[in-house]
């Protein structure tokens, strides 16, 4: 299999990555991250004018029909930069819901303003006891006259704080845990009867806890108690974003570390030369290379016509970035010494915002028990 970029994709990977080191820098991710929003609206805007904005989105949309290849391509970059804009919020998950579900006057409405710049989204599907599991949900929807009454709390909602719309999972028939009877609302961010808290996660990023007390919803996102394929398939287009993601940032760790090595004098010599530090450079690499592929694999597999497949293999990912980034973090902090902890060294933030993407999704515990729940149905599928 040919892995190798096309022109138009090699050409995007280095728009991208020269964006990243020459427009966000460091230091100003610092300043960034210490704003009211939390990211810096005028670097969205750039985005949209770069037409990174409109890369998964049809041509009908507004978009540029982007493959997952491209989005792969574009998160990695912005795993280098540790960029905290919400393009995985907004564009992958927002966006990716109202593409998959929306109806033609919902895309109309929506989509266009996302490539624009002019919108925001958030996905509301976590619930305080849920636990990694989007079935897991207690928010109710109730039928009041054309439209439904939402009450419930969600979690940990990726730009909450800043959405202008929030696509909210609700339950409106069956248990707790069933993944029938769930469906999603579009409801505005002031609304009333909504509830926003925000506030900044370890890695510099922002969440919010949401709580709904009574909120008039009319905007029903897909049918009625049919969401659960739509809100699997989004999450798993979420996991490899942020495998892409993962990447970048252990790419940036393993660099940073080799300089690092090649720099730093004890003994008359660089640290660098001694073979221990080498082979613990050599197994770094060994993990990046292995994070890699694996982020291309669960990229891949977003087309398969398999849902059962692509789920395994997504979880396979997942499992690979969250075990090789506590590897590589933790490498990187050591070899660096005392230093690696520091706040003053973006070693400690890539490693910050690595330990948010090993949970993100799913832990590894999580997606280790569905590979295992999902075996024996893919072993059966191979017998026939």
Known sequence: MDFTLNEEQQLLKNSVERFVEQDYGF??????????????????????????LGLPFSEEDG???????????LMEALGRGLMVEPYLATVVLGGGLIAACGTADQKSAI????????????FAYAEPQSRFDPADVITSATKDGSGYLLNGH?????????????????????????????????????AAGLKIKSYPTIDGFR???????????????????????????????GIAAIAAEAVGAMQMLHDDTLDYLKTRQQFGQAIGSFQ??????????????????????????LTANDPEARRHA????????????????????????????????????????????????GSVDYHLDRMANATPQLNQEEKQ
């Open 207 to 237: 969440a919010a806890e949401i709580e709904l007390s009574d909120v008039v919803a009319n905007d029903v996102l897909g049918e009625i108690g049919e969401a659960y394929p739509a809100i699997e398939a989004v999450l798993d287009a």
């Open 111 to 122: 989509l266009p303003n996302i490539v624009a710049g002019e919108m925001l989204l958030a």
């Open 63 to 73: 978009g540029f029909d982007g493959t997952p290849v491209e989005t792969m391509i």
């Open 314 to 361: 997504l979880s396979a990912a997942k499992v690979q970035i969250g075990q090789a980034s506590r590897f590589v973090g933790q490498q990187a902090v050591q070899l660096h010494g005392g230093i690696g902890m520091t706040d003053e060294l973006r070693i400690s933030h890539y490693f910050k915002r690595l330990t948010m993407i090993a949970t993100q999704f």
């Open 154 to 190: 969600k979690a940990v909602v990726f730009n909450g704080g800043s959405a202008d719309k929030i696509i909210i999972s609700t339950r409106t028939s069956g248990d707790q845990l069933d993944q029938g009877g769930i469906s999603l609302f579009i409801v505005d961010a002031s």
């Open 276 to 301: 221990v530090l080498q082979h613990r450079m050599v197994d770094i690499y060994i993990e990046l290379e292995q994070a890699r592929s694996a982020a291309v694999m669960a990229t891949l597999r």
């Open 27 to 52: 230091e100003k991710r610092r300043d960034i991250i210490n704003s009211p929003d939390g990211f810096d609206r005028g670097i969205w805007t750039q985005m949209a004018d770069l037409g990174w």
